[in-house]
């Protein structure tokens, strides 16, 4: 191996080297790589590769023999043969597989499509570097969760199949959850990540396949020169030249081969043959149509039929000597004369040429980078007077200082001052739209009728607002419950639009507004959504009363009368530690003097102070553990936005960064890139 052959050796594995390190970042480095690491190779074999190609398969394996026969020639050349494809190649089954992301306060506002590929996985989760990366608030996705593999089914059908990834909460399909390794995809299915159901926290993805019309796809002539520095083409001249090798001449032309060889078998007709030396002829003119630099055409004849059907026990001389010797001899030296004895300066010289051609790749490769990273720079300085990475991130800091102080003045004046203000007027009792002057106002109203039953007479309690079967507890505690629900979804409501400047739903539009000045990073207001739109009121009641039968036992009747008639005597026996008596609409007598007594005599004034209090603290209990239900959840609200507005800050500085690392990588390489080039 000559000095300038090694050098250009160490010269190769050099780029080879540096240029499969970056196509493991670089998708586009990978088909140069590769090629590389052949032009590698063909220098470490020290071998010229010839290319044989036919239509005939006979004729290419008849060739092949003959060359390989020779040591000579074996030492020199690396033979492959070659059929070319005669008909349009079989696509694969023409499919397109699609995963939409339905919307959720999460993932946006409308549905997002992604095109699945019919050869490469796609995997989800919320780790960045994922085909679909979700979001952080996605919290039960992990970080690499499923992920969706195309799969030929019966070598013909063309299927995605999902795979669950050891996912912290798994996988469902249809609500039903994936068991074992994988599971076939159907046009239609439901994939949820995380939870049987649909939520903000559980995205799901709808699995759509269609069918498109099938591409038939032509056969690839550079397939049959590629990787060559000869290409031989074997003709029976006693057929015409067909498309197909014109085609392969043509494009041959345009190639950087050393040299194209055409081989005319004569076996088949005698070169004198009127219809052989027609043929001849034509393509003979055709070929003068080009302008052939030096002696880049080499054309012979030869019979190659006896090298394909020869017995093994048929020495190479009986098969030579059965035909002209001296035409294989001149066969032998013409391939000798194709190198001039200097096979390993051929060598380097083409493979010198294909590097730089894949230098030339690598050029085009990163001039589009740096072409598409100013045009980058250029997007965000003219979006923002020409500010730098640097100036960004310094708003970044401002505007997070200023969001995080606008957001405590908000909850400030709605904790502190909305919320105070708007509980006072719930529980004034002398403002007609509070609820404890609603509950007086019910408990004086309350008319007395006396009935009777069999012996005795009856005292009742009752207010035309009240159902047939109410008594006053079930009627005062659907009152409370009313007007409570109604006063927490208006306050609600003020809360998220109203107060405070818009309330939380005006501070997240501002938050947005705020965030929106990178225009490369676009940061929707649905991200900053609220996730309880409606309050739920009935949480904070679930044991906050009893509902007490309307019946008064027989043996409880008598009691209450001695209370009845201690209260005639002006004594205070109804207590709140025992309000059994006070809820109640019936009140029996023993006889209808003693019912008129106490109408009468007004005993009825202190019942219903009694129960007056006794609701009015009710009604207060429960706005009180309303009110701690409700400045919990602004608390979780607040809590919510604020963590939603740190992670978009979050992610805009890692995609200055990453924006600004990019840069700076793509420039080392190319300089990099450059110096090993000139080297």
Request: aromatic share 8%; charged share 20%.
């Amino acid at each position: 191996m000559s000095p300038k052959f090694e050098k250009l050796l160490q010269q190769l594995e050099s780029v080879e080297k540096f240029v499969a390190a970056k196509s493991n970042q670089e998708p586009d480095f990978e088909i140069v790589a590769e090629e590389l690491k052949q032009l590698t190779n063909v220098l470490k074999v020290g071998k010229i590769r010839v290319n044989i190609v036919s239509r005939f398969p006979v004729l290419t394996a008849a060739l092949e023999k003959l060359i390989s026969s020779q040591y000579s020639l074996s030492s020199i050349y690396n033979l492959k043969t070659i059929t070319p494809p005669t008909q349009p190649q079989p696509s694969l089954p023409n499919l397109s597989a699609s995963l939409t992301l339905q919307p959720s306060v999460t993932t946006g506002e409308k549905p997002t499509p992604y095109q699945l590929s019919n050869q490469q996985k796609v995997t989800i989760g919320r780790q960045e570097n994922c085909q679909i990366s979700l979001s952080h608030e996605c919290t039960l996705v992990s970080r690499n969760h499923l992920e969706i593999i195309p799969r030929l089914e019966n070598s013909q059908n063309l299927v995605w199949e999902i795979r669950d990834l050891n996912s912290t909460h798994g996988t469902y399909i249809n609500g039903e959850k994936l068991l074992g390794n994988s599971q076939k995809l159907n046009p239609g299915d439901r994939i949820t990540l995380g939870s049987s159901q649909h939520t903000f926290r559980s995205p799901e993805f709808l699995f759509e396949c269609e069918s498109k019309p099938a591409v038939i796809q032509q056969p690839k002539l550079e397939i049959n020169f590629n990787n060559c520095e000869i290409l031989c083409l074997v003709i029976n001249p006693s057929q015409p030249l067909d498309e197909q090798d014109k085609q392969l001449i043509e494009a041959a032309v345009n190639t950087q081969l050393f040299k194209l060889v055409i081989v005319w078998d004569t076996s088949a007709e005698n070169l004198a043959s009127p219809l052989v030396k027609n043929n001849i002829y034509i393509v003979e003119t055709w070929l003068k149509s080009y302008n052939f630099r030096g002696e880049y055409l080499v054309q012979t004849y030869l019979q190659l039929p006896p090298f394909h059907h020869y017995s093994q026990e048929q020495s190479l001389t009986q098969i030579l000597t059965s035909n002209s010797q001296s035409d294989y001899t001149h066969f032998y030296q013409i391939w000798e004369k194709l190198v001039n004895s200097n096979h390993q300066e051929i060598l380097k010289e083409q493979v010198q040429a294909k590097m730089i051609l894949q230098l030339g790749k690598l050029d085009d490769i990163f001039n589009k980078k740096e072409a598409f990273l100013k045009q980058e720079i250029k997007k965000i300085n003219a979006g923002l007077a020409g500010q730098s990475i640097e100036d960004f991130q310094e708003q970044i800091n401002r505007v997070s200082q200023q969001i995080n102080s606008d957001i405590s003045q908000t909850m400030l004046q709605i904790i502190n001052l909305e919320i105070p203000s708007a509980k006072a007027n719930l529980i004034e009792a002398h403002s007609q739209n509070s609820l404890l002057f609603k509950i007086k106002n019910f408990i004086d109203n309350l008319q007395i009728t006396i009935k009777k039953n069999g012996e005795q007479y009856e005292l009742h309690l009752h207010s035309e607002q009240m159902r047939e079967n109410d008594t006053i507890h079930s009627y005062i505690n659907r009152l409370c419950i009313s007007e409570l629900t109604n006063w927490s979804y208006q306050e609600w409501q003020k809360i998220l639009y109203t107060y405070a400047n818009g309330g939380l739903m005006g501070f997240a539009q501002r938050a947005c507004t705020n965030l929106n000045f990178i225009p490369s990073f676009e940061l929707s207001i649905s991200a900053l959504t609220i996730t309880q739109q409606n309050f739920d009121v009935y949480k904070c009641w679930q044991q906050s009363y009893v509902e007490f039968t309307p019946d008064i036992p027989p043996e409880q009747k008598a009691n209450y009368l001695v209370e009845i008639g201690r209260f005639g005597a002006g004594a205070m026996g109804i207590t709140l530690g025992n309000p059994f008596p006070l809820i109640t609409s019936l009140i029996n007598v023993f006889d209808k003097n003693s019912a008129k007594q106490f109408h009468q005599e007004q005993q009825i004034e202190p019942l219903k102070n009694k129960l007056c209090d006794y609701y009015q603290s009710i009604g207060k209990s429960m706005v009180e553990k309303l009110m701690i239900h409700l400045n919990y959840t602004i608390q979780m609200e607040e809590n919510c936005l604020s963590k939603t507005i740190q992670i978009k800050v979050d992610k805009m500085i890692s995609h200055l960064a990453k924006f600004k690392k990019s840069e700076k990588n793509t420039k080392l390489n190319y300089r990099i890139y450059r110096k090993k080039k000139l080297n």
